[in-house]
């Protein structure tokens, strides 16, 4: 936890330290039962070592990869060179339709080079395991999720909040409306460019996705 930005421990201290129990009771149920979580422990917390006022865009996701190592502590994040999930190869494919319109062959699975330009890659329950066995003990994270998009809604009102799969939205219909009342909420089709189209409009640098 000591790469988490201080900007957002100023905001969540309570909520960092709740999240140290969640790790050791995840860490005690691997140790017991030979459980992998993922990501690795290093990784938990990675969305949050970009400072709050650095944050442009947020896409949300429901939960880390939990069938392979793959997850990396971004949303969608991909750390394993030579292998794909199908989540990323339809972002991927989207991107190449929505924004370049051609054979995207530079694209970073790892997604860190959207996260590097402001692109807060969140998901609500930051670990995961394969069989869900300990399932209420991942979702005691959403206190620290929810509580940071109220942060962000509060702190960065021209962030904006992409939603690139609405039919597989982690939030609530009641929950997205509310926050378009105070913040841009950019829908599932053509999301890449919509957001590059609101961040020109508002002055702010475009994302190379």
């Known amino acids: ?120 890659l969140l998901n609500r329950l930051l670990t995961s395991e394969k069989d869900n066995k300990f399932k209420e003990v991942h979702t005691q994270w959403l206190n620290l999720t929810n509580k940071t998009i109220d942060i962000i809604i509060e702190n960065n009102k021209d962030t904006c909040f992409t939603f690139i799969d609405l039919k597989h939205c982690p939030l609530s219909k009641t929950s997205v409306k509310i926050i378009g009342e105070t913040n841009k909420i950019i829908g599932d089709w053509n999301p890449y460019s919509q957001t590059n189209e609101y961040l020109k409009a508002i002055n702010k640098k475009e994302i190379k996705w």
């Open 1 to 120: 936890m000591n790469n988490i930005h201080k900007s957002w421990k100023e905001k969540l201290g309570k909520e960092f330290k709740e999240a140290e129990g969640i790790l050791l009771q995840l860490s005690k149920k691997h140790q017991e039962n030979g459980i992998e979580i993922y990501p690795v422990f290093k990784d938990v917390f990675k969305v949050y070592e970009m400072p709050l006022d650095e944050v442009k865009v947020v896409i949300l996701g429901e939960e880390p990869y939990n069938d392979k190592p793959w997850a990396n502590g971004l949303a969608w994040g991909n750390k394993q060179p030579f292998t794909q999930p199908e989540e990323i190869r339809r972002i991927h494919k989207a991107v190449e339709i929505d924004v370049n319109d051609r054979l995207c062959l530079d694209f970073d699975d790892t997604l860190i080079s959207w996260w590097k330009q402001g692109v807060f």
